[in-house]
């Protein structure tokens, strides 16, 4: 008898961890073809966020959360930024529940969002976790849990996210995609992730036991200088997926950002990168 309900929950506990949001279901539009997905990047003001809501040609809203004070002044708290910025006018939690009463909204149901968010220091994710907890349950709707946890190449000042500490503190949020990058710098001709960063990340992954579908994301200039390393991911992390995204004004090799979508396949490949990169991208051409 306890080792039947035991089993029981067992089974249960394993359903609702493979239990994620699927991108395919929530934008049925775009038929499996992950690049057709639209961003809007740096969703973290007010005024940003209400016109990202307010534009139906937007699917997702990335966004970064810094520690920090609304305005400059008052406690120091989740506020969505940019590192250097150390304000705003918009907390996580404001932003969270406007999204959250958006998509309850009847009259969006056609334009509802989802969200990523980049969490950009390890003091910040842990100080948001309690947060994000009370609204998660109710949540339907993709929401991304993102951070770059391994160092990248050529960035000496930036400090990742705690892989550990990060990886297992997101195993509360089951249905999310994880979302893992590497610290970046401006991609510069040549610059690529190597074989070490490359496997750092894998090794993290297999350590933590990550049971969530996990997206690495990996900046345009850089990934299209190393297939064989974004190869080598595919091949080690089952149903990986990538998401290029790219800053305006990156130098980036475009046939080569091809070969690396076309390799993994637009099933694969989210494209967050702006109007121009993704125009040139030309992706309706294989
Ligand atoms: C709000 O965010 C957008 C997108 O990141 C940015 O272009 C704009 O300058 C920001 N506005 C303010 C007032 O910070
Ligand atoms: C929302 O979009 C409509 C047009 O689609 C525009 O007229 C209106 O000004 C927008 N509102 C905001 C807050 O951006
Ligand atoms: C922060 O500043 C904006 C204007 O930039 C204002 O609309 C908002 O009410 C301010 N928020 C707080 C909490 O002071
Ligand atoms: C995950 O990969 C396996 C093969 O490794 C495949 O059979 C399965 O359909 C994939 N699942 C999803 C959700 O893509
Ligand atoms: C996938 O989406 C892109 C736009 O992102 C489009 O150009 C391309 O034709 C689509 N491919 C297929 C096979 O549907």
């Not at 003091?123 to 990248?152: C, H, M």
């Not at 080569?256 to 979508?261: A, E, S, T, V």
């Amino acid at each position: 008898m306890t080792t039947k309900v035991y089993r029981l929950v067992l089974l249960l506990g394993c359903f609702f961890l493979v239990e994620s949001i699927n991108m395919d279901d929530f934008f049925p539009d775009i038929n499996g073809n992950l690049t057709k997905i639209t961003w809007a990047h740096a969703v973290n003001n007010k005024t940003y966020l209400a016109a990202s809501l307010n534009s139906s040609a937007i699917m997702m809203l990335e966004a970064d959360v810094i520690y920090g004070k609304i305005n400059g002044s008052g406690e120091l708290i989740p506020i969505m930024g940019h590192p250097p910025a150390t304000q705003s006018d918009l907390s996580l939690e404001e932003f969270l529940t406007t999204i959250y009463n958006f998509n309850k909204d009847e009259n969006n149901r056609k334009v509802r969002k989802g969200v990523k968010l980049d969490f950009k220091s390890t003091e910040v994710f842990t100080k948001s976790v309690d947060f994000i907890k009370k609204q998660y349950n109710q949540i339907d709707y993709p929401l991304w849990i993102n951070a770059d946890i391994i160092r990248g190449p050529l960035n000496f000042e930036t400090v990742p996210v705690d892989p550990n500490i990060f990886l297992s503190t997101a195993k509360a949020f089951d249905k999310s995609v994880l979302s893992l990058g590497w610290t970046t710098t401006r991609p510069t001709m040549g610059l690529a992730y190597n074989n070490a960063e490359v496997n750092a990340m894998i090794e993290v992954i297999k350590e933590n036991d990550v049971k969530q579908e996990i997206t690495f994301a990996v900046r345009a200039g850089i990934a299209a200088q190393s297939l064989a390393e974004m190869k080598l991911l595919k091949d080690e992390v089952n149903n990986c997926t990538l998401t290029i995204w790219s800053s305006e004004g990156d130098e980036v090799d475009v046939p080569k950002l091809r070969d690396l979508i076309f390799e993994y396949g637009i099933k694969r490949v989210y494209v967050d990168v702006p109007k121009d990169l993704r125009d040139r991208l030309d992706l309706g051409n294989k």
